[in-house]
């Protein structure tokens, strides 16, 4: 996720104690992005309308983690 700021994330990573929404937009995006993989590839059931709800909430979480990166960036001059 967000291939682009993998320098920003380390950093953000590093500092979890101050990141920890972060960390768990990040843990969650993580989780659905393989739920959604296993359902693709046949290894999870799930209907075409439980894996659009996935997706929607995986984009949300992209969505809420590229905010707090820019935020952060911005605060950390990075």
């Known amino acids: 996720m967000l291939h682009e700021y993998r320098d920003v994330i380390t950093h953000m990573k590093e500092n979890g104690a101050a990141n920890a929404h972060f960390l768990k937009v990040f843990d969650k995006h993580n989780e659905l992005d393989n739920q959604i993989t296993k ?33 952060y960036k911005k605060e950390h001059n990075l």
């Not at 209907?47 to 590229?66: C, H, I, Q, R, V």
Request: charged letters at 40%; a negative charge; zero cysteines.
């Open 39 to 71: 359902a693709e590839n046949g290894e999870i059931p799930l209907s075409d309308l439980e894996l659009e709800k996935l997706k929607k909430e995986k984009l949300s979480l992209k969505d809420e983690a590229y905010a707090m990166i820019i935020a």
